[in-house]
């Protein structure tokens, strides 16, 4: 784990590196800072890191590619300030959400210049012109697919049931789609094989499903201060996440189930419930199950260092802490 972690930090400073030069902060400045607020702020870069892994996987070049993998990391943060904006969430990442520094106007702008720069920036990566189209094709998709999951998640808060179907087709699109893509288009701008390609977005969009219940689990078990934002906010937002769903199908009563301002001791036993019902357990086994899936996809690749990377990668999708 520790050669992973070693990887993905050096991939995470070649993207933060081509940010710098892809995206600058150009006038109006306040609009560009806005844009670059969470992308400045960190995290793992997972997203971009699949796709550099999945184009050496295929014998692609790495530094041809970058581009695109940029591409892929501005369309995450583009979803991550709209959803602060619809969740009204406040922090991110540990700082002030977009939203709250420079109103939800200027977080709508921000976001809508990150998904108008992940296009023309995509366009910079090094590849057969047919290649470049069918990636864009399918970022376009994605990015409508990401908004049909995001509809649904809002969509769980209204009603008072959900199946566990329903919930898995709204991750396999809000989080799994984009994970899937990021593989593709590493795999098809390297000019890979259409099964390798195929079995390289199956992959990537199970595992991103994996990593969406994991982070439903860590919203109720990480401490706040790892989280960077309150933990049980799923909680308090009435979240149709895997957990509850399961919870209720087996009658447990969590009575701060949508309750904005519980207390942290309320938030505490609604936790005791969960783990009594055992739904916590149950969610991890399904994420272990989509991992061990999205595995098995990567058959048609031949043995390489990137390939045993990304089966770490998986793995680590469900054992990090945060």
């Known amino acids: 784990m520790l050669i992973l972690e070693e990887e993905l930090l050096r991939r995470a400073g070649m993207i933060s590196g081509a940010i710098e030069e892809l995206l600058p902060v150009v ?25 550099l892994m999945a184009a ?14 940029v591409s892929i990391e501005l369309v995450h943060n583009f979803t991550l300030i709209h959803d602060d904006i619809m969740d009204n969430a406040e922090t991110r990442r540990g700082r002030p959400a977009v939203h709250v520094k420079w109103d939800e106007a200027g977080a709508i702008l921000a976001g809508d210049t990150l998904y108008s720069k992940a296009f023309e920036i995509l366009t910079v990566a090094e590849a057969r ?19 049909e999951g995001q509809w649904l ?10 199946t566990e179907a329903e919930y898995l087709e709204m991750i396999e699109k809000k989080t799994g789609v984009l994970y899937g893509a990021a593989a593709w288009m590493g795999a098809r701008l390297s000019g890979a094989a259409e099964k390798e390609a195929d079995g390289l977005e199956r992959f990537g ?6 990593f969406q219940i994991q982070d439903d689990v860590l919203d109720l078990t990480a401490p706040a201060k790892v989280l960077g934002k309150p933990r049980g906010g799923d909680l308090a937002e009435g979240k149709k996440t895997l ?28 936790l005791d419930a969960l783990r009594g019902s055992g739904s916590i ?6 994420a272990v199950g989509l991992v061990e899936e999205g595995k098995a996809a990567l058959a048609p690749l031949p ?7 990304l089966l770490e990668l998986a793995d680590y999708m469900i054992s990090r802490s945060y």
């Open 281 to 286: 357990d149950y969610a991890r086994r399904k």
């Open 129 to 147: 012109p047919e290649e470049m189209v069918a990636s864009v094709k399918m970022l376009a998709k994605t990015c409508a697919a990401i908004c």
């Open 27 to 51: 006038p109006p400045r306040e609009l560009y800072a806005a844009g670059r607020h969470l992308v400045d702020a960190g995290g793992k870069r997972l997203r971009p890191s699949m796709l």
């Open 153 to 162: 998640d809002m969509e769980f808060e209204r009603r008072d049931e959900v």
């Open 205 to 210: 969009r199970l595992v991103g499903m994996a």
């Open 243 to 270: 957990i509850m769903i399961h919870a209720m199908a087996r009658g447990a009563r969590i009575e701060i189930f949508g309750k904005k301002n519980a207390s942290q001791e309320e938030i505490e036993a609604a």
């Open 303 to 309: 043995e390489s260092e990137a390939k045993a990377l």
């Open 56 to 69: 050496e996987a295929v014998g692609g070049d790495l530094r041809a590619v970058v581009p695109a993998a």
